[in-house]
């Protein structure tokens, strides 16, 4: 891991800092990249977002999306922008980012957060029903007992069968 990015953990790690002290910290440290580099955008849209400043934060993470990050990191950024735009009332946006995410690779590191923010998605949307199936999907290979039974019934929440 590069200096940097310790320095920018450390800020998120620091819990005595002030909401308005960890925006000022990562910008400070992303004014130390290229004003449009995608790594510097996501780490002061997530300070943004992490404040309750939506609407910054909207901007930075697409800024960043469109600048291009790692699979992890763009990842990350569309489940936050995501999170964001439904707060925001962009409500079908949010519910199809995160529908594409949850599709995109389902064994992937963070597959069960896309999954989790999808559900959210999708009863903010009205889709009670199919949130719980995706829940229960996610959660169901977590389970120590009935991973075949709970996934089989969120399989026939999807369908309308349950």
């Known amino acids: 891991m590069s200096d940097w990015q310790e320095r920018v953990d450390a800020v998120w790690e620091d819990t005595s800092l002030t909401e308005q002290q960890v925006i000022e910290?990562?910008?400070?440290?992303?004014?130390?990249?290229?004003?449009?580099?995608?790594?510097?955008?996501f780490e002061r849209a997530g300070a943004r977002d992490s404040a309750g400043l939506e609407a910054e934060a909207e901007v930075l993470y697409r800024r960043a999306l469109d600048g291009g990050l790692d699979d992890e990191r763009r990842a990350r950024a569309t489940i936050q922008l995501a999170s964001t735009i439904r707060n925001l009332g962009k409500i079908d946006e949010a519910r199809e980012l995160l529908r594409a995410e949850y599709e995109r690779e389902p064994r992937g590191p963070l597959h069960d957060a896309a999954a989790a923010f999808y559900a959210l998605a999708l009863v903010s949307s009205g889709e009670s029903e199919r949130a719980a199936s995706?829940?229960?999907?996610?959660?169901?290979?977590?389970?120590?007992?009935?991973?075949?039974?709970?996934?089989?019934?969120?399989?026939?929440?999807?369908?309308?069968?349950?």
């Open 25 to 41: 910290r990562i910008d400070a440290l992303a004014a130390e990249r290229p004003e449009d580099d995608p790594v510097g955008l």
């Open 134 to 162: 995706v829940a229960l999907q996610a959660l169901a290979p977590h389970l120590p007992r009935y991973t075949r039974s709970v996934t089989g019934y969120a399989r026939e929440i999807a369908d309308g069968h349950a």
